[in-house]
């Protein structure tokens, strides 16, 4: 009897070491700098159907680069995300300053990164977009575990 190589595919926990890089080659992102591998839930809904097939098929220990448009990665850039706020909304001795990137409370709870897109009088632009939308995006993928989440239905 041979051992099953375990691969990806729908329903399971990916646990994956990645380096982001943009199309310049400039890094974006890594888990490899804080040693804390991702963890990935296929067939979730919260990857896309494009970076799923890229890692579908995958075994553990295996390595893939792959290039994913916009659309793919974090979406193109929603105007509805940039918000006008007034500059007393933020504490009096706060500086300011553009592409500063601020966690900011949610109604529920929940926080939500923004970046700064501008200060004017007391009109201050928060771009509330993934700071990667509208990028075309290179992951450099390594499967570390493959855990089957078997059938939740």
């Known amino acids: 009897m041979t051992d099953v190589v ?3 595919e729908e329903n399971c926990e990916v646990i994956v070491h ?3 890089k943009l199309e310049d080659g400039s ?3 890594s888990t490899r700098v804080n040693n804390k591998p991702a963890k990935l839930v296929l067939g979730d809904g919260s990857l896309t159907p494009n970076f799923e097939a890229c890692v579908k098929g995958l075994n553990k220990g295996q390595r893939k680069s792959f290039t994913l448009a916009a659309e793919d990665a974090f979406g193109q850039p929603n105007p509805d995300n940039i918000h006008h706020m007034d500059r007393s909304r933020f504490a009096s001795d706060m ?3 553009e592409g500063m990137i601020m966690v900011f409370a949610q109604p529920n709870g929940s926080e939500v990164p923004g970046i700064i897109r501008s200060v004017a009088g007391d009109s201050v632009t928060v771009d509330f977009n993934h700071p990667l939308a509208g990028q075309t995006v290179i992951f450099d993928v390594e499967i570390i575990d ?3 989440l078997g ?3």
């Open 6 to 8: 375990p691969t990806v």
């Open 95 to 97: 500086k300011l300053e």
């Open 146 to 148: 493959i855990i089957p």
């Open 151 to 153: 059938n939740q239905h």
């Open 18 to 20: 990645f380096d982001l």
């Open 27 to 29: 890094a974006a992102d």
